[in-house]
């Protein structure tokens, strides 16, 4: 099963999404990369349908974003008009098939199951890397420099949801719902208590691999949009 | 929907815990709970049991445990929490162990009601649904003394005193690898330092929720103790070990939160007036609550002996004879506005101990009490007519005077549950008897050569 894949522009084309929906692809429509790091499912996105068609500049953009970071998104499928082929020039790694439209949507289903035949079913890690930590999703295991890293569940619930996604600024509120869910009642200082203990964890050494933001929250390794 | 989402949370922890016990080689898992009186308890389980406990609960005879006998079923389940899975970091590796905190519940399923950890949870969840999270930071004192073969004896491990560089001593690193300990049980310090007292020390926990922290504080204590013991000395939260010394206390900090704001805060820099009712209520049932804050007859001299130990019912913004200190927190720290409850010492059970201070607290705020005046000079220095005259009552003089109070009150009892309450009383009233039924070495020394 492959999911989930990211969709742009949002809400794309109904035609795409009536062909999407019809093979049963599992996807979801975002409009830039802020939203496609913050909509991310838990386990990455499979990989990206971007329409350029309508907006080029943006589509483009998005797609260097996604793949210039510690961890690329591929495959992405590129969607384009006939009239684009003309000045299209290609100077960078910003996809893996593209397919002219308006589609055919046999040929853009023929077109995504090659893709992910070629880089296999689903792109989920099974473990996120990021210098020397690893995280095992499968086996819910972490280690920093070869050695293991004894965590609370939400500990590393915390480490998991931050290492996926690293460069990205999150508040403590966000950090609340999406690692905690709603249900929780602590506040974000229950967010501030498990940083300092993640910290303390990860050793003195690693333990600046989660900065604290002044007045925003916090982010996991360095800066990612270069801001 | 929530209970779908909790679910898969629940389900999500179990797993995590039998995917580390597989993956680490976990021989052991340790489930622990509390008695009544705040003593570490311990079973151990192999792993090939964990799953069978996780869905059934260990059910075990409760008759043993001091304040878990009831007249019809003894029998108990203790239901380990996954959240609270940790790997106990002084265990060599081919020897893994696990731990876990447990809930205890009846056969039924329903909470035990002598179940401190429940008692707490259940006072957690009233002030939820009045909007509250209280947030605690205890600072606990113990004294290191040396082990000796031939009974136990409270001779001090080192003459070093307060915020001595004592580098090379036993109990420095002693205290260094408790701290390592610690953080590797996700307890954060914040601060560790060697107190007044000769072979006395301090370890300031970092502020977690009030459930949390009481866990930590009972793990705390095993940790201290067991890293003691084995380096050849002997650890102990006693509130007053040594004559003419001062005792060990545990200081707390509270602070509340609503919507993820500090209740506690006023832009002035002073307490807001939320939070002055909330000590408003801690000081006006303080004497009710102090059996269960210091629950031992030895308790009792710690709290007469003054020092840093409030003897009075007052409260001050800096001075060290009162019950309650609020300090001045910075303005631009909303989240540091805190208050600090001085009577408290390490021997208590403290899942009851925060219960209880939660309660009268809570009540304050409800009731709208309202703060009586700062206590600005030092009371001990004041005469007793002066006190009076200021209205100043005075903490329980002992431990019978404390269950006196307690008995008469409703707050207390609601706190706990009539199970505890009930014989909490009972058990302290016979180690009160005992203890007036001994001739002291005071008595032997002072009485026997005049008469």
Redesign the interface.
């Known amino acids: 099963m492959i999911e989930t894949l990211l969709v742009f522009p949002a809400p794309p084309p109904p035609e795409l999404s009536q062909c999407l929906d019809a093979k049963g692809w599992i996807w979801k429509a975002i409009n830039n990369s802020d939203s496609a790091l913050t909509d991310q499912p838990d386990t990455g996105w499979a990989g990206g349908v971007i329409v350029a068609d309508s907006h080029p500049k943006e589509a483009l953009s998005l797609c260097r974003q996604l793949r210039q970071t510690e961890n690329p998104l591929v495959p992405i499928l590129l969607l384009i008009s006939k009239g684009q082929l003309n000045n299209f020039e290609v100077n960078e790694n910003l996809f893996d098939d593209f397919c002219i439209t308006p589609f055919h949507p046999e040929e853009l289903e023929i077109r995504l199951n090659n893709l992910f035949l070629k880089f296999g079913l689903g792109t989920q890690p099974d473990l996120i890397k990021y210098g020397s930590l690893v995280l095992n999703i499968e ?3 972490a280690t920093i420099d070869d050695s ?1 890293l ?1 965590l ?5 619930e915390l480490l998991r949801f931050l290492a996926m996604r690293p460069g990205k600024v999150f508040t ?2 966000t950090l609340l719902s999406e690692v905690w ?1 709603y ?1 929780y ?6 967010v501030d ?1 498990h940083i ?2 993640l910290r ?2 990860l050793g003195e050494e690693h333990a600046n691999l989660i900065s604290t933001v002044r007045s925003v929250g916090y982010r996991f390794g360095q800066s990612r949009w270069g801001s | 929907m929530m209970n779908k989402i909790q679910e898969n949370r629940n389900h999500a922890q179990f797993d995590y815990v039998f995917r580390t016990v597989e993956e680490r080689g976990v021989r052991l898992i340790r489930l622990w709970f509390t008695d009544v009186l705040g003593r570490h308890k311990s079973v151990a389980i192999s792993p090939a049991e964990l799953e069978t406990v996780f869905e059934e609960g260990l059910q075990f005879d409760g008759s043993a445990i001091d304040g878990f006998s009831r007249i019809q079923e003894s029998d108990v389940l203790a239901r380990p929490d996954p959240s609270t899975f940790e790997l106990l970091p002084w265990v060599a590796d081919d020897e893994a162990s696990g731990t876990m905190f447990c809930n205890i519940t009846n056969l039924d399923g329903t909470p035990f009601a002598g179940d401190p950890r429940q008692v707490l949870q259940r006072n957690i969840d009233q002030a939820r649904e009045d909007g509250y999270e209280m947030f605690c930071a205890p600072e606990i004192e113990f004294f290191y003394f040396a082990n000796q073969e031939n009974g136990l004896q409270p001779i001090p491990l080192d003459q070093a005193s307060y915020f001595d560089l004592t580098t090379m001593d036993v109990a420095s690193d002693l205290r260094r690898h408790t701290l390592h300990m610690l953080e590797a049980l996700s307890i954060p310090v914040e601060y560790s330092f060697h107190e007044d007292s000769p072979s006395q020390h301090e370890i300031d926990l970092q502020y977690t929720d009030a459930l949390n922290m009481a866990d930590s504080v009972m793990t705390l204590r095993l940790a201290v103790k067991k890293i003691a013991i084995d380096r050849g000395v002997y650890a102990t939260f006693m509130p007053k070990p040594l004559n003419g010394v001062q005792g060990s206390g545990m200081h707390t900090h509270l602070s509340l939160f609503s919507e993820g704001k500090n209740v506690f805060h006023d832009p002035s820099g002073n307490l807001s007036l939320t939070g002055q009712s909330f000590v408003a209520g801690l000081l006006y049932h303080a004497r009710e609550i102090t059996a269960i804050t210091n629950q031992l007859v030895n308790s009792y001299k710690r709290i007469n002996e003054g020092y840093e130990a409030p003897r009075y019912v007052s409260w001050a913004r800096n001075n060290r004879s009162s019950l309650v200190r609020i300090p001045v927190h910075k303005q631009d720290k909303p989240d540091s506005a805190r208050i600090e409850y001085r009577a408290v010492d390490p021997a208590c059970n403290p899942y009851l101990a925060f219960s209880v201070m939660l309660a009268a607290g809570l009540k304050g705020i409800k009731e709208n009490y309202e703060l009586p005046p700062e206590a600005t000079t030092n009371l001990y220095e004041m005469s007793r007519a002066e006190q009076k005259e200021l209205g100043v009552a005075s903490l329980p003089a002992n431990l019978s005077e404390a269950l006196d109070e307690m008995e008469e009150s409703d707050l207390v009892r609601e706190a706990l549950g009539d199970h505890i309450f009930e014989w909490f009383l009972r058990n302290k009233r016979t180690e009160w008897n005992e203890y007036q039924r001994q001739v002291t070495p005071f008595e032997i020394e002072q009485y026997l050569p005049n008469w």
Do not use: I, L
């Open positions: 086996t819910y295991q293991p004894d609370t569940y939400m500990e590393y403590r509120e869910g249900d009642y602590g506040g974000g200082r229950t208590v300092r203990r303390a964890k």
